[in-house]
């Protein structure tokens, strides 16, 4: 049953079964079963070699699992790496110089003054701060992301808004008020500031005129 | 060019556990073309290791055989 040139050996002679079409691991559950069946007929001595055998050839295969874990686990820090070049924050350094940022309105005062601070690895290994100019686009940027990033600035522009327009209307509605009191023609441009019961001051209007006649 | 599909297939064969399967199945849409060949051929690299040490493993499980039957 034995047969010559091992790595030739073909299942099917054997077992009169398929190959799996998998190349990937040519023939080898088909023909692992029909060893381990060879084995277990075979005298306590062979067994024994054939676990020595399967030992070496677990601690072979460990160490290309091993292996492939790591350079998986390489590749994956370089798409890490990817991810925080794009964001600017592939270093420690600039990892510091963006929680200097988070500091609220130092977005402002980067914006206003053209420069912002970075920081710089010493020989020794330590961040050394220094000021690096920056362009009007990445001033606007600052300017820009200084107010959409803090909701306190957001929040006091929208009270801020409110307040005006809220002051705005009222002082107009009661320049309005008086207009009619005297008895003046609605200024140009009011109209759309009068209060929901305008027809009804008209209308008063009206019944003062008829009483009069 | 590489895809999804290239990338599902590879791993189908492979020796990878299910639980890391899933996760680079998840992760692959964040991979660039090239990162993604990489993987790719990283996956198949092991995967052709595993098979060609298996099969030495098995020629040397048979040569045993063999021998202890030609005794």
């Known amino acids: 049953m034995a047969r010559e040139g091992s ?7 054997y077992l009169d079964i398929q190959i799996p079409k998998n190349r990937e691991f040519p023939g080898s559950p088909v023909r692992g079963q029909f060893i381990k069946k060879e084995l277990e007929k075979s005298p306590p001595d062979v067994r024994e070699a054939a676990r020595k055998i399967e030992e070496e050839y677990t601690q072979k ?4 699992v091993r292996e492939g874990a790591e350079n998986r686990l390489d590749l994956l820090e370089k798409v890490f790496k990817r991810v925080l070049e794009a964001v600017d924050l592939d ?3 600039k ?12 977005g402002v005062l980067y914006a206003v003054s053209g420069k912002r601070l970075t920081f710089e690895r010493s020989d020794a290994g330590w961040p050394l701060p220094r000021l690096e100019n920056i362009n009007w686009t990445e001033r606007g940027l600052y300017l820009i992301s200084e107010i959409v ?8 522009l929208k009270r801020f808004a409110f307040k005006g327009i809220a002051s ?3 002082r107009r509605l009661a320049q309005v008020n008086t207009q009619q009191e005297e008895g003046h023609p609605l200024a140009p441009g009011f109209t759309n500031l009068l209060p929901t019961d305008a027809p009804k001051m008209e ?3 009206e019944r003062v005129e008829v009483e009069i006649k | 060019m ?6 599902n297939n590879v791993l189908e064969n492979s020796s990878l556990s299910q639980e890391e399967k899933t996760a680079w199945q998840n992760a692959a849409q964040y991979l660039s073309g090239e990162e993604l060949s990489e993987l790719i051929a990283l996956i198949k690299d092991e995967s052709a290791k595993i098979a060609a040490l298996k099969n030495s493993y098995l020629d040397k499980l048979e040569e045993l055989i063999k021998q202890s039957e030609n005794k």
């Open chain 1, 95 to 106: 990892v510091l110089a963006a929680l200097a940022e988070v500091i609220p309105f130092v």
């Open chain 1, 61 to 64: 295969a460990e160490l290309i």
């Open chain 1, 91 to 93: 270093s420690r350094e």
């Open chain 1, 149 to 156: 990033g803090s909701g306190h600035v957001i929040v006091g």
């Open chain 1, 7 to 13: 790595r030739d050996v073909d299942p099917r002679v």
């Open chain 2, 2 to 7: 590489t895809t999804l599909q290239d990338l």
């Open chain 1, 203 to 205: 209308v008063e209007k």
């Open chain 1, 168 to 170: 705005i209307t009222r």
